[in-house]
């Protein structure tokens, strides 16, 4: 008879035992699941924020950021990023940043930046047909410096309608070939 009773002991202790680990499983499961799922919602939202940070460009500010139409005859990269960080810092409520680095095109003519996307009827990319220059950083320290240099990469605009405008015109500029 004891040794029944020491079996049946034996067998509730097994029992919980087993039940305590599945239980245990399962909850560590659970965890890995939901942290799991928060890492996707967390990097989703930052891709949804940088992607509107960088689509979200309009014509003027392609004008200001990424030509010599506004620069009243500067031609060096401290003055003309000057400007662009303090659009950059004002859209971005990042007072005091240096862009790290930004690519000018070498135009004045606003009707000949704007006749880059004359050929284009929807949302696209052209390769930039026109010489440009990239300023970057030398030191992030404020007052941001920079440095010119040539571009060892071809660049390219997108090309997509302006609404205030109402006609398709270069709104970004990136790396690489259309």
Excluded: W
């Excluded at 005859?73 to 005091?96: F, I, Q, R, Y």
């Excluded at 410096?145 to 709104?171: F, G």
Aim: hydrophobic share 35%; with cysteine; glycine share 2%.
């Amino acid at each position: 008879m004891i040794t029944e009773l020491s079996k049946i002991k034996e067998t509730t202790v097994n029992c919980s035992t087993k039940t305590k680990i599945k239980q245990t499983n399962v909850n560590v499961f659970a965890a890995f699941l939901h942290q799991g799922i928060m890492m996707v919602q967390c990097t989703c939202l930052l891709l949804l924020l940088l992607s509107t940070a960088v689509f979200s460009q309009n014509y003027d500010d392609f004008i200001v950021k990424h030509t010599l139409v506004k620069a009243n005859d500067k031609k060096d990269c401290d003055t003309l990023m000057k400007v662009v960080n303090a659009l950059e810092n004002s859209k971005k409520k990042t007072p005091g940043k240096c862009k790290e680095n930004n690519t000018f095109i070498v135009e004045r003519d606003e009707k000949i930046i704007q006749d880059m996307c004359k050929a284009v009827s929807e949302k696209q990319y052209v390769t930039l047909p026109y010489n440009c220059f990239d300023c970057v950083t030398k030191d992030k320290k404020e007052p941001c410096s920079y440095t010119q240099i040539k571009p060892n990469e071809k660049k390219k605009i997108l090309c997509e309608k302006d609404k205030s405008k109402n006609k398709i015109l270069p709104v970004h500029l990136g790396a690489g070939s259309a």
